[in-house]
């Protein structure tokens, strides 16, 4: 290659700037997480040669260090649904995603994904990925037990109750206790080299090729403090990760997301994927929303509480999935936020306590909390009033809690303080990326195609778009669905310009 | 120039692409609005030479079809402001401007405009634009008499008026009736015309001409069916407006906003501009806000009523500017909203009604409107017995309208339906565009600068950035003040470079 003084992710490298070809494939990938995987494996068994560049010393990505948790239903149910008698309908699958994700929702993404979803079940079981035939009704962000399936988002809540069929579709790959993703990453890195893809570990894509046209032709990478021109033949497939560990990128895009103090992913979701792909006219959107959220169960009882604002007033049904709840508190415009509980409701929160939010009153009746909160008179003694009134017949008919989780709030009572800045755990990710077809390629900004490039997982904007609208599972099935069509794109594009 | 099959905004030619240069200038403006004839009065007076190629048959862009409203102050005041008594350091400005737009407020843009808009005012004036000096004391969107000085966004209503001096902003040019920018513009039009630009109507711009190293060296325009390439030695000052009348680019990037039914501006604003910026490596930001808005007054005694959720409780100061109580109705998890006022508040409704919402229930009693309104039962009733408590002391609690819009509501009520969708008037456009300095240079996503590429007016990301912070004036304010310094900056450019 020849001499270029800086490489930035930002700028493309024109062909004639390089000198020869260090590395030539068919498929090139980048970064070996949950979408990069899945690309791999699919283009390799479709017969293309495939490399993949992984900046860390291995497979991973943020799939590793998620929950393991797969979102997946329709077509009747997956294996696992209907085993245990959970029957769900594409229909009902799409129509739900679309509900989460409007406005911004893609259609095209989220039919493709609703179509595909149960035979993807299939197929990461085909990998080897573990998943125990079992359902665990509880209210948990992910199963303490090797369980499979649970109920992974507002399924059950209003207003999707009313709407669409409540189904569990979170499934949890087999692990006793947290953290699953790493059993789900270690199968499909197994898988993908296994189909003869050639991983680089330690090995940082640099920046893109392009030719004249306009057309994606190959990357730079460095390993070992030496840069070498990949060829790829059919195209870049981009499976960098999202924006989260690049708080610059964070601000200028998604400032909303800063009011969190726990950013999750992985040290190498610095943005660079996306830049890259912007470096050559693709175009990124939803680059202002993410998952933002107060996961406050277990232990499940704060449900039966209520979720104040400064003004004392609800806002939010709280049998809602934990990242809505987190969502729409920071779409308030209130300075605190409090959890008000009973002794029942409290329950075991002080040994479970996963959000390390303090307790900052307590009364033996409503006026006695209200005043040590400095809550204007009245405001939660209505509130609670009127709730309590209507929990006791199993209504909620202001925001729809459903009557699983109604009961009266008895005195004494407890307020947790939960308002962002003040110590609760508020963690995020970003749901902005670069804009693809169902197949991963990369749009530019009038629609036309970026040939020869493709992006998956959350360096492209996918089927998760909204904080609102997101459920555990949502994100790494979409990387694993997403890598896998791009991964089968590239390779069709290769057999068909032969 | 060389036969080129199709134009595309979002396709910049590359500069081997150009057989010959048609139009050869210093500085070449696309779009002869706010933002435009200000870029064209700078650089023309600083002696450059300026063509500015306009879409449409007269100059005016979007500023034309305004209120001709500009946010200015600081400097210890206006020209306007001093002759009327209200000082307004330019601490006070910038506190407020950052106040209004944070998290995603532009530091540094807010700060150059607070520390110039009072001389941005004498600067206006030198151009000929006429302002009366007088005041309007009324709360109007835009004056229907000939005054010159209103208050026109947020500063007496809470929270900005506990931490900000209230100070009149809006300075609307002087004419008998709404409509003013009109005015606006034939000054700034016959201003930069004087100056010496040369202006081409019915001039369409179609892509921006790169050359091999990523500099903007010109752009192609098509007149009477010819195009012509355009050689702009200094640069190209994208002046073309925002997005708003691109639906397929708010339904990508801004899709909340399709919850109005009117968006404003000219039909120019198809997003061409901020098109040709990301072509040739521009980012874009802020693309999913909007001015989103409510125009509720007059007549200003609507102030004095309450504005309720499908929960029957209220969400806003109502003496909130009226940008800010349109953008907080749909940051609402509710299916309906409700101005409820009485007949005092109701006032002259009827004759001056602009918002087009309806009458949908009367009540002799709160319990009476609660129940025709099918508001879960209590609820209004307690929220209006709370608000009418407190009003009668002067204060608001929960929300802190201030006292003097404060007045208990007395039956008979009436209740006027303000649902998006269902009627009334929502009006909205874009606030998201090119990422550029405060002197237009338009900036790749890794910061650096697109050599020979500046941005002005909503074409670019400036100093308004959000619905909630929104001001009368501060969209033309923005325009016309980047306009200059994009000019001004260009100019430089070019003697740099001799």
Partial sequence: MKQTPTFNPARALKLDEIGQWDIETDVAIVGFGGAGSCAAIEAAKAGASVHVFEAFSAAGGSTALSGGEVYL??????????????????????????????????????????????????????????????????????PMTDDCLIYSGNEKAWPEVDHCKPVPRGHAVQLEGMGAGAVLMQHLEQAALAAGAHAYYDCRALCLIVDDEGE?????????????????????????????????????????????????GNPGDTGAGIQMGLSVGGVAVNMHEGFFTLPFYPPS???????????????????????????????????????????????????????????????????????????????????????????????DPLFHKQPEWLRPLTSPLVALDVTPGRGA??????????????????????????????????????????????????????????????????????????
Same sequence: chains 1, 2.
């Fill in 301 to 395: 009882t704060l449900t039966y509480g209520i979720i104040v604002n400064d003004k004392g007033q609800r806002f939010i049904n709280e049998d809602a999935y934990h990242g809505r709840v987190g969502t729409d508190i920071i779409a308030q415009n209130s300075e605190r936020f409090y959890f008000i509980v009973d002794v029942d409701a409290y329950g075991s929160y002080e040994e479970l306590n996963f959000i390390n939010a303090d307790v900052v009153a307590t009364g033996d009746s409503v006026e006695e909390l209200e005043r040590e909160l400095g809550l204007p008179e009245q405001t939660l003694v209505e509130t609670l009033t009127s709730y309590n009134r209507f929990a006791e017949k199993g209504e």
């Fill in 216 to 264: 994606v032709v190959g990357l730079v990478v460095r390993q070992d403090g030496r840069e070498m021109a990949v060829r790829a033949r059919a195209g870049v497939v981009l499976c960098a990760g999202g924006f989260v560990m690049n708080e610059d990128m964070v601000r200028r895009y998604a400032p909303k997301l800063l009011r969190g103090n726990y950013p999750i």
């Fill in 425 to 498: 755990y508020y963690s995020y990710f970003t749901l902005g990326g670069l804009d693809t077809l169902p197949g991963g390629e990369v749009l530019r900004t009038d629609g036309s195609i970026v040939p020869g490039l493709y992006a998956a997982g959350r360096t492209a904007a996918g089927v998760p778009r909204r904080g609102r609208g997101y459920n555990s599972g949502i994100s790494v099935g979409d990387a694993t669905f997403s890598g896998r069509q791009a991964g089968i794109a590239a390779t069709e594009r290769a057999r068909r310009d032969r």
């Fill in 73 to 142: 239903g329709g077509s009747g149910g997956t294996a696992v649904q209907k085993k245990l008698g959970f029957a769900d309908s594409t229909a009902n699958l799409f129509n739900y995603l679309m509900m989460q994700h409007a406005p911004q929702g893609d259609e095209a993404k989220i039919r493709a994904y609703a179509e595909g979803a149960a035979k993807h079940f299939d197929w990461l079981v085909a990998q080897g990925v573990p998943f125990k035939e079992s359902f665990l009704d509880e209210r948990v962000v992910e």
